[in-house]
């Protein structure tokens, strides 16, 4: 387990908009967001001063290894995953087909 993470200083961008915050991460998660978050001593701590602090996306849509014209796109799993993480995206869905 690791010790629980705050996100200080940062503009969190969300569904409402933008706003200055502090968030803290426990076990992977998001328990709390707002304006001044005490930091303990076990927590680790990240400065986020003049970043955005956003969540990561998800494509629930994706087309990787698709059947074309008798044969298979180029964007394989591989590919297609890292190219998703490169930008942002956390998690994608894609239809297997065998």
């Known amino acids: 387990m690791s010790p629980p993470l705050v996100i200080k200083n940062g ?3 969300n569904e409402d908009g933008m706003f200055k915050a502090d968030v803290l991460v426990k076990n992977g998660i998001i328990v709390e967001v707002s304006p001044k978050i ?3 001593p076990e927590m680790e701590i990240i400065d986020a001063t003049d970043r955005l ?3 990561g996306g998800i494509d629930p849509h994706t087309h990787m290894q ?3 014209a008798g044969e298979v ?4 799993f591989l ?3 890292q190219a998703a993480v490169a930008g942002g995206t956390t998690m994608v869905s894609a239809k297997i087909r065998k």
């Open 11 to 13: 503009t969190v961008v």
């Open 38 to 40: 005490i930091a303990l």
């Open 53 to 55: 602090v956003i969540p």
């Open 66 to 68: 698709m059947p074309y």
């Open 73 to 76: 796109t180029k964007d394989d």
């Open 79 to 81: 590919r297609g995953t």
